[in-house]
Structures are given as structure tokens and as C-alpha cells.
């Protein structure tokens, strides 16, 4: 335990005093700062006259203005965050060669890359914290309005899912600063695995769901055709924790979402029913839906962390 | 210097593939002594300190060390040695203090212990000056004195060296020589000196160990080896003449 608090201790002070910590949070808190006073103007300017808003608070977050939502800016950048935090954590002490320093001091080796990897989660974590306290603080002074228990427990629930969303790229960039001896090759591995996953992954699932279950003149539109080619895209795109990530947080922060699903196959009589429903869900009924998404996105970062520490343990520290 | 072995080795072997690195090692170091281990480049040294601190498993063998068996109680054995790598480094963003600091917590040496005990060491290496210094600023001689501390901050009964005074000046070579001579002298502790640069470890040295191609192929003192391998009985040898004659067996 001491081993592990040490290496904290120190690697929290080496986050904080470096540049990189800097610049990430200056970008984020920039671009941060310029969407949320965006869309709080225009929905400051919709809502004018209405009696009674509801749900206004959320949008701060979701809404997508004129470039992108808060959402969308941290599902497609967020990775780089994971990233520059920890393409270097295990590689720099082996060019430095202090690793080899490292691990002949009485501490068990996991201790190394247990605290390395928490020491990241906890700066992710301040980051993050600090920058939905902005947002939150802007949009209580432009629009005029404290949010409700509900939506803090929503925002306190997005939160938590981007931690681990970021906390997954953390522990690739990790993972390929155990297995690379080279800080640059670290990074652009990564870097790749960010583009593949956000970008090609939804591309391929297109292209893979079209080539199998092809939708067009041959099937003519129907309904079943429709589905089974939607379904596939979906399950595809489920290996790439981007798109599990917006699935579910764009669900937890829109209470009026009944379903992670863009398409949703309703019978006249099933459009009847939800047409009556029509009220926000609660907190409980929006986290049932993407508690899946939820747990495969652990079960991804638990999966990267724990491949990580296998090679890192296995691996013969020699200082040559 | 006591009777007692602190470092015993039987048969303790180290292959990589099909390459033999170490070839049943057997030896023993008794506790005070300074020992030097001798050896051409990739004749297996550094593969025998990694044994010998448990962070490299032996293919087969034994070793002890301080009375713990490195392989299963690895956490032990780093407790009581020191270990300095050859090529050393050091976080160079801090300073000489927070990094001797560093591993003094990383040792589990309480704060009012650690802090008289790295002046006092800092003192040692002449380094007390520098102590709030970035340690990216130091040169090679300075790096090496402070790795000397390093090492001993966490107040080790063995030091195992490696290579610790190549690419030294001859100024900065003698003091690291004077400094270890010293650790065994004044504090008792044991030193396990790996070298190639044959003058210095007859200076310091002991005992030696030569190992060529894996194998131990001569322990003992050097009068000894020197009567037995030069058939001289004075002091009129240099330790090079016997490893040349060693080296040539091989």
C-alpha cells in the first residue's frame, strides 16, 4: 500500500506541474466555456415568455447549437485526454532508466502501474469535475435556473461514464507504453486505435451491415430487412467504446430518450399507448437502459487494465 | 569483518533460449566484505545481480541473500540491498533531495528519519550544495555520487554496484572508489562490485570473483589467485595479469 501511495503521490505532482495537464485543460475548459455560453444564449432567447421550463438544464449539455454539443466534444475528444495522460507512463522510466531503480525497491511491481494508472483516473477525474462545475456555474447565471435533484444525479451519473469512457483510453495508452520501448510509437499506436475506434468502426459497420443485410430494391424497404441491417450496424459498432459511450450518455442526460436505439419498429396501437406516455422517464428507468452499454464499457477498461498488467508483469526488467 | 555469509549462491543457473547465461554459479560472500565480480561484457554479471535480487527468476539453483531466498521473498531481499544500476538515472525534473526523498518513502523510512538521514548522506557525497538542484543539471560525476545515496538511503546491509565508475574522471573515479571503500569500513555493509576496469577493483577489492562466458572460473583472495595462477608469492602483481591469464584459459 505504501509502495502504491508513493508512486501516486508522486505521479499526481508530475500530472499537475507539467504542460500537457495545462494545455488539456485549457482546451477543454475553452472550448467548454464557448459551447455552454453558446447554447445558453439560445436557450435563453427560446424560453423567454414560457411560464414554466422544464429540463432546461440538461440541454446544456446535450444541445448542439451551432457546432457540437458539450456531449459530443468529450465522446470525440475525450479519448485524447486518456491518451496524452498515458502514452508514456511506463516507457519514460525505461528511457530514463529508472524503472529498473524502480523495481528493485521493496514494492510489489503492480504497485508501479496500479498506481500510474489511478494517479491518471484521479487527474481525469479533476478535469473532468471541474469543467461540468463551469459549465454548471455558466448556465445557472445566463439562464436563471438551479437544477434539480434529478438532473445533478443525472449530471453526477454522466460523469461517472466518462470517467471510465476516458479511463478506457488511459489504460490502451498505458498498455502501449508497457508493450512499446518507444514514447512516440506509444502515442501514434494509440492515436490510430482513437481513430479507428470513432471513425471507422461506425464506417465499417456500415459497410459491413449493408454488404450483409442489404436494404434496397431487391428487399423494397421491408420492415424486417430494415431491422436486421440496423440491428447489425448496432452490434458492430458496439466494439467501439465511442459509440457506446454516446449511446449511453446521450440516454442518461435526456430523460424525455426512452430507448438507446435510433431505430425503434412501433405497431398503430404501440404509437397510441407511448403517445400518451409522454413525460420525462425517471433517473432509475433512463440507467436500467444503459446499464448494458455501461457494463460493457467496465468490462472494456477492466479488460485493457488487465491485459496491461499481465505484460507489464511478465515482462523481464532488464536495464540494457 | 564477520564470519557470517550474507550472499550464498549454489548452482544457481540463468538460460535464455538456448544461450547459457549464467552456468552453476556457486559462491559466497561473508557480511563486510568487499567483493569484486569480474568479467568481459556479457559474461553474465548483470544477469547474476538480477538473480540475486529476485528480479530475475534463476532456471535452477539456489541463492540467498542476507538469509532470504530472492526467487520467493524478493520483497525481503530488496529491503536489505541497495542496487545500483549501471547507467543510472533519475527523475530530472526534481531536485537531488526529492529524489533521494522519493525512494526513502518508497522504502518505508518514516519522514523523521529520512530527513536527517539524506543531509547526512548528502553531506557524504558532497552534494549538500547542490541539494535543491534539478538533478537534469547534474554532470555524470554528480549523478553517480547521488545514485551512491540513493542506494543507501534506505540503510542497506548489502550494496550491489554495477559498473559504477564508468565514464567517470579520474577525480570523480577516485572519490566514488574512496566512497566505497568507505561503506564497507565505516558502516559495515557489504559490497558486491561488479567492474571490468580491473585497477580499481584491485584497489578496493577483497575478494574477487572472475566470470567468463557464464562460468565463476576463479573466487578467493588475490594473493591467493595471484600465487596459484602467476606462481608469485610478493606483492608485485596487478589483478589484470591474472584475469588476462584467466581469459586466455577460457
Known amino acids: 500500500m505504501q509502495g502504491i501511495l508513493t508512486i501516486f503521490r508522486k505521479e499526481m505532482e508530475d500530472y499537475f506541474s507539467s504542460i500537457r495537464f495545462v494545455l488539456i485543460s485549457a482546451l477543454i475548459v475553452m472550448v467548454g466555456v464557448i459551447i455552454a455560453s453558446m447554447v445558453g444564449m439560445t436557450i435563453r432567447e427560446e424560453v423567454r415568455g414560457m411560464a414554466k421550463p422544464t429540463l432546461l438544464f440538461l440541454y446544456l449539455f446535450t444541445s448542439t447549437g451551432k457546432l457540437f454539443s458539450f456531449t459530443q466534444f468529450i465522446g470525440f475528444f475525450g479519448p485524447l485526454i486518456g491518451i496524452v495522460l498515458g502514452f508514456d507512463a511506463i516507457n519514460r522510466e525505461r528511457a530514463s532508466r529508472t524503472l529498473g531503480k524502480l523495481v528493485s525497491q521493496p514494492i510489489y511491481r503492480d504497485a508501479i502501474i496500479n498506481a500510474k494508472f489511478l494517479a491518471g483516473v484521479a487527474t481525469i477525474a479533476v478535469i473532468l469535475v471541474s469543467i461540468v462545475l463551469i459549465i454548471s456555474g455558466l448556465g445557472v447565471t445566463l439562464l436563471g435556473i438551479v437544477p434539480g435533484i434529478e438532473e445533478v444525479l443525472r449530471l453526477v451519473i454522466y460523469l461517472l461514464i466518462s470517467l471510465l469512457y476516458i479511463s478506457f483510453w488511459l489504460g490502451i495508452s498505458i498498455l502501449f507504453s508497457v508493450v512499446f520501448r518507444n514514447t512516440s510509437t506509444s502515442a501514434l499506436a494509440a492515436l490510430a486505435l482513437w481513430i479507428f475506434s470513432s471513425f471507422l468502426v461506425p464506417l465499417g459497420a456500415g459497410f459491413i451491415s449493408d454488404a450483409l443485410a442489404p436494404v434496397g430494391e431487391t428487399s423494397g424497404g421491408e420492415v424486417e430487412a430494415v431491422l436486421k441491417h440496423e440491428e447489425l450496424q448496432r452490434a458492430i459498432s458496439l466494439f467501439s467504446p465511442t459509440s457506446l459511450y454516446g449511446d449511453a450518455t446521450s440516454t442518461i442526460l435526456d430523460p424525455m430518450r426512452k430507448t438507446a436505439r435510433s431505430v425503434v419498429l412501433v405497431g398503430p396501437l404501440e404509437r397510441i399507448s407511448q403517445e400518451r406516455f409522454q413525460n420525462p422517464l425517471p433517473v432509475g428507468q433512463s440507467l436500467s437502459i444503459v446499464a448494458p452499454y455501461v457494463i460493457s464499457l467496465v468490462a472494456l477498461t477492466l479488460l485493457c487494465f488487465g491485459i496491461c498488467y499481465l505484460v507489464f508483469m511478465r515482462q523481464e526488467i532488464r536495464t540494457v | ?250
Open chain 2, 1 to 250: 569483518m564477520g564470519g557470517r555469509p550474507v550472499i550464498e549462491t549454489e548452482g544457481l543457473t540463468k538460460v535464455y533460449g538456448s544461450q547459457i547465461a549464467v552456468n552453476k554459479l556457486t559462491f559466497s560472500i561473508m557480511e563486510g566484505e568487499i567483493f569484486g565480480f569480474l568479467g568481459p561484457n556479457g559474461a553474465g554479471k548483470t544477469t547474476t545481480l538480477l538473480m540475486l535480487l529476485g528480479l530475475t527468476e534463476p532456471t535452477s539453483g539456489k541463492a540467498r541473500v542476507c538469509g532470504f531466498d530472492p526467487a520467493r521473498e524478493g520483497l525481503r531481499v530488496k529491503e536489505k540491498v541497495g542496487y545500483l544500476p549501471e547507467n543510472v538515472g533519475f527523475y530530472d525534473d526534481m531536485n537531488a533531495r526529492q529524489n533521494l526523498r522519493f525512494f526513502a518513502r518508497l522504502n518505508r523510512v518514516p519522514e523523521r528519519v529520512s530527513g536527517p538521514r539524506i543531509d547526512a548522506l548528502l553531506e557524504d557525497v558532497g552534494l549538500l550544495g547542490e541539494a535543491t538542484k534539478k538533478v537534469g543539471a547534474f554532470s555524470k560525476g554528480m549523478r553517480q555520487r547521488l545514485a551512491i545515496a540513493e542506494v543507501l538511503v534506505k540503510g542497506p546491509e548489502v550494496v550491489f554496484l554495477d559498473e559504477p565508475t564508468v565514464g567517470l574522471d579520474p577525480d570523480g573515479t577516485n572519490r566514488m572508489l574512496d566512497m566505497i571503500h568507505s561503506l564497507s569500513r565505516d558502516k559495515g555493509i557489504t559490497v558486491f562490485l561488479s567492474s571490468h576496469l580491473l585497477d580499481q577493483v584491485q584497489r578496493v577489492c577483497d575478494r574477487v570473483g572472475i566470470m567468463i562466458k557464464g562460468n565463476l572460473v576463479a573466487a578467493g583472495h588475490m594473493d591467493d589467485l595471484a600465487r596459484e595462477k602467476l606462481g608469485i608469492e610478493t606483492e608485485e602483481f596487478t589483478l589484470e595479469e591474472i584475469y588476462m591469464k584467466y581469459f586466455k584459459e577460457a
